[in-house]
């Protein structure tokens, strides 16, 4: 009964840990556990000290009259750390279990920085966040911590990457872990992205995402059933090296025409520059197509179509509901988007994407070092909830 019983407030605080915010009646939907078990639950977790109430609305739920009571963790009961290192950044935030984030700090970094240099910058912001929004270490759950690159997840090392090439072959997590004191781990930036709108953003309230990257790479995270789907070694996702044109340019990978090639926020850069006789960044590519520059617009749009094809063989496979499209790229907005969607729904099977919405992310360059925070919550079981749900017992 013990046994049981502990299991029901391990259920309830996972629910609680995934949504930050619920109603009790939201809670018996997502557990299955009764009403009574549910307040009893809430009752005890209200006593210890490690949950909290308000008045408020379920999300996508509208109710006449007075507005359910929600339920949250408070700060006592954990908070998460998460780390996003990017191409050329290093973004650190901590958050309560409620999904508030308390403190956040970035830099930029240079694109050949070393592992150890990262993580020593990392744990410096970590001090910083933890002492800005006045947590003791002691209630920090555990981190999540993005990188641009494969993780083995087999090994846990970081696999064969151009965007970080100081980190090929590092154990990513044992590393963080050691400078940290903390359990860490380790997610492919697109993994986060992915997580992360699926948790705070324009997938919230779905069950089958397919998230697309599209900055220096190009990935995808993939969610089905609310889970994260990495394949056997962690490479599942990887549609910058889906392979569109046998003739064209040759990739990193060593094979040519890989979409990555053809459609990365890198690549349009270059071709643009090399219209314009002039070195062109991303950020000029998108503030020339935003202003109608006939080329930056085209080459923008052939970006889409070529990503809309990786997108359509996508959804023939995993029939998702939900395509959101981030990224450095993805503030071209239509410009990207409405190639893409065309392509899509010419060539998709029409029953995979008869119910299908594509739009862009909404949470911008913040969407990794979210979705990192979010893997403390939602995915990893390395953060065990033996010391909570004993407390609350």
């Known amino acids: 009964m013990a046994s049981l019983r502990e299991g029901n407030r391990k259920r309830v605080i996972d629910a609680l840990r995934e949504r930050g915010v ?5 809670l018996a939907r997502i557990t ?58 290093l973004r650190v935030a901590v958050s309560d279990l409620s999904h508030s984030v308390l403190a956040e700090t970035w830099c930029e970094l240079d694109v050949d920085h070393s592992a150890t240099d990262g993580l020593d910058r990392a744990a410096e912001f970590v001090d910083r966040v933890l002492s800005e929004s006045g947590t003791d270490r002691n209630h920090v759950i555990g981190a999540g911590m993005g990188l641009p690159a494969p993780i083995d997840r087999i090994s846990g090392s970081v696999q064969e990457s151009s965007i970080l090439p100081g980190w090929v072959g590092v154990d990513a997590a044992g590393e963080a872990s050691a400078r940290l004191g903390l359990p860490v781990e380790v997610e492919n930036d697109a993994n986060l992205g992915a997580l992360a709108e699926y948790a705070w953003g324009a997938a919230k309230g ?8 599209v900055s220096s790479g190009i990935g995808a995270g993939l969610i089905s ?68 520059d006939p080329a930056a617009r085209r080459l923008v749009g052939d970006a889409g179509r070529a990503i809309g094809v990786a ?17 450095d790229l993805a503030a071209a907005g239509d410009a990207l988007l409405d190639p893409l969607r065309d392509v899509v729904r010419r060539t998709a099977v029409p029953s995979a994407v008869a119910e299908l919405e594509m739009v862009g992310g909404v949470l911008g360059d913040r969407a ?18 033996a010391e909570l749900v004993e407390e609350a017992a």
Do not use: W
């Open 22 to 26: 619920a109603s009790r009646a939201e």
């Open 32 to 89: 299955g556990l009764s009403r009574s078990t549910i307040s009893t639950i809430v009752a005890d977790l209200l006593d210890a000290g490690l949950a909290g109430e308000r008045d408020g609305q379920p999300a996508g739920e509208v109710h006449a009259g007075r507005p359910p009571v929600m339920v949250s963790l408070n700060r006592s009961a954990g908070v998460a750390l998460g780390i996003d290192f990017g191409h050329r950044h």
């Open 206 to 213: 779905r069950a089958d995402v397919v998230y697309i990257k």
């Open 225 to 292: 059933r609310g889970k994260l789907q990495h394949g056997v070694s962690g490479t599942a996702g990887e549609i910058g090296h889906m392979v569109l044109s046998e003739s064209g340019p040759v990739c990193r990978c060593g094979n040519r025409g890989c979409l990555e090639t053809l459609a990365s926020s890198r690549a349009v850069a270059d071709l643009l520059a090399a219209s314009r006789g002039e070195r062109v960044s991303t950020r000029q590519l998108l503030d020339l197509c935003a202003a109608g």
């Open 311 to 327: 997108v359509a063989n996508l959804c023939n496979i995993l029939n998702p509901e939900c395509v959101i499209v981030g990224g």
């Open 368 to 385: 990794e070092m979210l979705g990192a925070l979010a893997l403390v919550m939602h995915e990893s079981e390395r953060f065990a909830d």
